[in-house]
């Protein structure tokens, strides 16, 4: 799963620890999210799109390739 939030962060002039303090994570976290090692869970993605005022489906690009 790939996602936008690198782009959109920085169209906000966010830091990671800014998001990361929004959403109750830790800036690693975002940091393996944002890099793709990490897919977050229901919860947290829906808590990361609402950060930017986005869909998840917005946000997150779901691979239908296959790729997990």
Do not use: W
């Not at 936008?4 to 962060?9: A, F, N, P, S, V």
């Not at 976290?29 to 998840?56: C, H, M, Q, V, W």
Request: charged share 35%; proline share 1%.
């Amino acid at each position: 799963m790939r996602n936008q939030i690198k782009d959109l962060r920085k169209a906000m002039k966010m830091t990671q620890e800014d998001l990361s303090k929004r959403v109750g994570v830790s800036r690693q976290s975002i940091i393996a999210i944002e890099s793709g090692k990490y897919n977050p869970s229901l919860e947290l993605a829906y808590n990361i799109s609402k950060a930017f005022d986005r869909t998840i489906e917005e946000v997150f690009i779901f691979d239908e390739g296959g790729e997990r």
